[in-house]
Structure formats: structure tokens, C-alpha cells
């Protein structure tokens, strides 16, 4: 039966050597000995890791490969055609880029260019239409490109777009017409004649606040026909055909004003593959 708190209580002592210990000396020595194991192992991990890297050369820096030699471009899988090319033509023609190289590379930066001189806004004048065609032509192809092409950009095609009879735009309006090269490709190159598709991105209308001819952006495919001259690539014939086109941005349109800078301000370009 429980002691009530009134009667004596009876405390029994035992020798010193006796007495229980609160904390046994094994356990206290047990998180120690943890610590140890875990620095042990984390410097054989170490120590293993420095001598499977031994020996291994130096990553390349970028663009260059192990031997320090230029590395060459290559495209993600499924991506196409790496970037790739020499320098534009230094020289120029009547504005355009002339003196291509007699190599398939140099068919393709011609193509191009003559596409980007087919797409411009002079193409609409005759007098600047002449002078491109005559520039960029084989002289055996020069008349009938010339009579197809006055034909395609006079008449009904500059009234189409707002402009007049000599191809100008009316005041205070400005007519845009830019072609821009996405990329090239040959098409059965040959050292006398070839092909080349040059894929397209082009900007048509007119900029300005009572347009309307609004600024439109399309995507089409230009085939080119060049001959070999003896001294650079020249146009025998073309085709068009549209697309193909990428799916539109979720973007919002420029105003007429920065149209309009746009296009005053930023100049086109000459191209190589």
C-alpha cells in the first residue's frame, strides 16, 4: 500500500565505486567515431576522383578543337545545314555584289544576292529595273528576263500596290519592298551551269498613317538559274513558288512611324553561304 507522507523515508548510500554511471562511456564515444568514418570516406572520394581525372587533356576553348585548330560548325540533329561560308564579295556592280567564286559555294552567295536584287523596292522603277537586270544577267537571257520582269512589276502590279506608273509611292507614304535570304541550297551544281533555291522572307507595302497598302511580311522560294560566264555567276532564268512559312509570332505590330524608320534606317545586306 502506498506511504502516506507523514511517516520517515530511509535513504541507502553505496560506496563511490559503486554507484551507476548516467551515461555509459560506450555511447558517449559513438558520435565521434561517426565523424571520423564520414571524413575518412569523404577523402578516399576525393582522392579517387583526382586520380580518375589524371591524365585527361584540357576541354578546347570555344570554337576551337584539342589541337588548337578552328573547329568546324556542325548543326544540331534535324536542324539542316550548319552555317557556313566565306566572306561576302568585295567587289559590286551597280550596287550589287559581283564577283562570285567558281565553286558552288560562290553559286549560292550569287543566287542570293540576285534574289535580295529581284525582291527590292527598284524592281518597281523602270529605269532601276533595267539597270539590275542588265547587272545581274547572263547577256544571252538579259532581253527575255527583261520583258518577263517588266511585266511582272509594271502595269497592274505597281497600281496593285498604290504606286504610280514610274513606280513611285504617293506623298507621304513610303513603299517597302525587301527581300531578306533565310538560306541556299544547290540543286544539281554543275562547273557551267547549276540551281540554287534560296528560301525567302519578304516585306511589301506601303508605310505611312493613310495607307492603304499596309506593310505585310510573306515566305517563299526563289529558284534561281545561273550560268557560269567565264568570269562570275550569272542569272538565265527564275521561278517562284511560296512558302514554306513558319507559324506567325504572337507579336504586335509596328506602328506606320517606326515602319517607316525602320526601313529608312536599316540597311540590307551582301551574302555569302
Request: glycine share 10%.
Amino acid at each position: 500500500m502506498p506511504l502516506s507522507d507523514d511517516q520517515p523515508h530511509t535513504r541507502t548510500r553505496l560506496p563511490v565505486g559503486e554507484q551507476p554511471s548516467s551515461q555509459p562511456n560506450g555511447r558517449q564515444s559513438r558520435p565521434l567515431r561517426t565523424l571520423v568514418t564520414v571524413l575518412v570516406v569523404v577523402a578516399l572520394l576525393v582522392v579517387a576522383i583526382s586520380i580518375a581525372n589524371r591524365g585527361k587533356p584540357d576541354p578546347a576553348p570555344a570554337g576551337r578543337s584539342a589541337d588548337g585548330a578552328a573547329a568546324t560548325p556542325t548543326a544540331p540533329s534535324g536542324a539542316g545545314p550548319a552555317p557556313s561560308g566565306d566572306q561576302p564579295v568585295s567587289t559590286t556592280a551597280n550596287g550589287i555584289a559581283a564577283g562570285f567564286p567558281h565553286t558552288e559555294q560562290g553559286a549560292q552567295s550569287a543566287a542570293a544576292n540576285y534574289a535580295v536584287a529581284i525582291g527590292s523596292a527598284e524592281m518597281f522603277r523602270t529605269d532601276s529595273r533595267h539597270t539590275i537586270i542588265a547587272t545581274i544577267a547572263d547577256p544571252s537571257a538579259a532581253q527575255a528576263l527583261q520583258t518577263r520582269l517588266d511585266q511582272g512589276f509594271g502595269g497592274d502590279t505597281a497600281t496593285r500596290y498604290g504606286l504610280d506608273a514610274q513606280g513611285r509611292a504617293p506623298k507621304g507614304l513610303t513603299f517597302v519592298s525587301r527581300t531578306v535570304p533565310v538560306g541556299a541550297k544547290s540543286v544539281g551544281y554543275g562547273d557551267s551551269e547549276t540551281k540554287v533555291e534560296v528560301w525567302c522572307t519578304g516585306l511589301t507595302g506601303l508605310a505611312g498613317e493613310r495607307s492603304v497598302q499596309p506593310v505585310t511580311a510573306n515566305w517563299y522560294t526563289l529558284t534561281l538559274a545561273l550560268r557560269w560566264t567565264g568570269s562570275d555567276w550569272k542569272l538565265t532564268d527564275y521561278a517562284s513558288r511560296q512558302g514554306p512559312a513558319p507559324m506567325p509570332g504572337d507579336q504586335q505590330a509596328a506602328t506606320a512611324d517606326e515602319i517607316t524608320g525602320a526601313v529608312q534606317q536599316f540597311g540590307g545586306f551582301r551574302y555569302a553561304r
